[in-house]
């Protein structure tokens, strides 16, 4: 078995910052790529940020300069600092992570956190 638990969402004021985190546990032997979705009501899921096994980092441009993804391979951590948060960032941020357990690697994910901010 295999659970990402997101945390750190929350209410905030446009402006303001928060910080998600998410922990990957159970029987792992190895993490890939982590990343950070999210999905407005009524909307698709979209990507926020992928950070690689090493470190490399993707964004999707709207995000870019305002939000960082960092991770910590041996706590099997990945975050989301967001920074200069808008109304439209209001959504559930999911995490994802592609996970190699013993000989298979799947990809999973969180149940989600709520982020939803204030004008």
């Known amino acids: 078995q295999v659970q990402l638990v997101e945390s750190g969402g929350g209410l905030v004021q446009a402006g303001g910052s928060l910080r998600l985190s998410c922990a990957a546990s159970g029987s792992i032997f190895s993490i890939n790529a982590m990343g950070w979705y999210r999905q407005a009501p009524g909307k698709q899921r979209e990507l926020v940020a992928r950070?690689?096994?090493?470190?490399?980092?993707k964004y999707v441009d709207s995000m870019k300069g305002r939000f960082t993804i960092s991770r910590d391979n041996a706590k099997n951590m990945v975050y989301l600092q967001m920074n200069s948060l808008k109304p439209e960032d209001t959504a559930v941020y999911y995490c994802?992570?592609?996970?190699?357990?013993?000989?298979?690697?799947?990809?999973?994910w969180g149940l989600g956190t709520q982020v939803t901010v204030s004008s």
């Open positions: 994802n992570a592609e996970i190699v357990r013993g000989f298979t690697r799947g990809d999973y």
């Open positions: 950070i690689s096994s090493v470190g490399s980092t």
